[in-house]
């Protein structure tokens, strides 16, 4: 069941800030001062609310109190969702510091998030606290429209469903195409090998190689890669990223070994779901795992961006996966997060943007001329 965050009373949150914070007070006796000059958020699923959470904004800084989440419901990054939605309405209202009394035995949960201590530890009720706290930063980030190169034979393709009999050839000279970007104010390109994801190893390395010695775009390169060799013929052929998908699946210790020995900046976790769950080898093999438990392992191991594919979406040209990529968001603000897939006309973008995804792959929807090129030079001229 999808989570929601809405904005409720304060008397809404007295219940559950009782129950898990202070279950031998009375209702009353969990208010506190200023309480009715605060912004009070609730998660719920469905209908219930399992977690809460109170914002108070003071000049340009915000302090957060009470969160407070159902025990049942403890592990599903109720907690970090609350301190993303704060983060986004302070942000809003100029605010540069987040912060809180945090109990010292939760500074567990806010020191991988970035928040640090700043102070001494004090008692309160017998209670130990400090002051964790987390600087804002409020300046505009590029959003970027990242193009998707897929090569076959060498020549730029776009699959269906990643179905390899609904190919269409768009373009037999990749070059071509990747210049036509550059020219529109392109920065980024994701080219993905599908003759590398059916082989499993890298095959189109030359088309790489003529595409970075020819242009200033930043190139993220994958499709078959499996081992520590691909790796080293990607970056030898001018990739800054290499895209990594089914191995951090299947081989996690593997893939984890190589965020650490390359840097987490060279390595862009590819995301593929069916639903909620992962899918591997072209995605004809769903797994059992979930995303968000995927994610949790990934980012614990330092990874640092993904893009992340609804394998339902791709290249069907419906609209992206908002809901799916929104709830990713609210769990690992703290990612580079791309959304790909399903991108059928301008408004698509705005609205993984408006969302909070740092960027987004596109394909299909440029080369169908559902996304003009007028239309791309507008949205990256206001973005950057």
Not at 313 to 337: N, V
Request: net charge negative.
């Amino acid at each position: 069941m999808g989570a929601s965050i809405r904005e409720i009373t304060v008397t809404d949150t007295l219940q559950l800030r009782r129950d898990v914070l202070y279950p031998s007070k009375d209702l009353h006796e969990v208010l506190v001062e200023n309480d009715d000059k605060g912004r009070h958020y609730g998660v719920f699923e469905g209908e219930r609310l399992v977690a809460v959470g109170s914002l108070f904004i003071n000049g340009s800084s915000a302090q957060f109190r009470k969160l407070a989440t159902a025990p049942d419901k403890r592990g599903k990054g109720y907690g970090k969702m609350l301190l993303h939605h704060f983060a986004q309405v302070a942000g809003a209202s100029g605010v540069t510091l987040l912060w809180c009394h945090a109990r010292n035995t939760a500074q567990s949960f806010y020191t991988p998030l970035g928040f640090v201590q700043a102070g001494d530890y004090f008692e309160k009720e017998q209670i130990t606290y400090c002051r964790m706290e987390i600087p804002l930063n409020t300046a505009k980030q590029p959003f970027e429209i990242i193009p998707a190169i897929d090569l076959i034979d060498g020549k730029c393709v776009r699959l269906t469903q990643g179905d390899y009999a609904q190919q269409k050839v768009y373009n037999e000279h990749p070059l071509e195409v990747a210049r036509e970007f550059e020219d529109m104010g392109i920065r980024r390109l994701h080219l993905v090998d599908l003759d590398g994801a059916r082989k499993g190893q890298v095959v189109n390395w030359k088309v790489l190689e003529t595409i970075a010695g020819k242009t200033a775009l930043v190139i993220d390169f994958g499709g078959g890669v499996k081992t520590e060799k691909d790796l080293g013929i990607i970056f030898e052929s001018g990739a800054a990223m290499a895209t990594v998908g089914s191995v951090a699946v299947k081989q996690p210790s593997l893939f984890d070994g190589w965020v650490k020995q390359y840097g987490a900046e060279k390595i862009l976790l590819g995301a593929d779901v069916k639903g909620e769950q992962m899918a591997v080898s072209g995605w004809l093999e769903t797994t059992d795992v979930t995303i968000f438990d995927f994610l949790k392992d990934r980012t614990a191991a330092g990874v640092q961006q993904l893009f992340c594919t609804d394998v339902a979406k791709d290249g069907l040209l419906q609209g992206p996966s908002l809901d799916l990529y929104k709830r990713i968001l609210e769990a690992f603000p703290q990612l580079y997060f791309i959304a790909s897939g399903g991108v059928a006309q301008l408004k698509d973008i705005y609205d993984l943007q408006q969302i909070g995804c740092s960027a987004v792959i596109v394909g299909k929807a440029i080369y169908e001329g559902r996304i003009t090129t007028e239309e791309l030079k507008q949205f990256i001229r206001t973005n950057h």
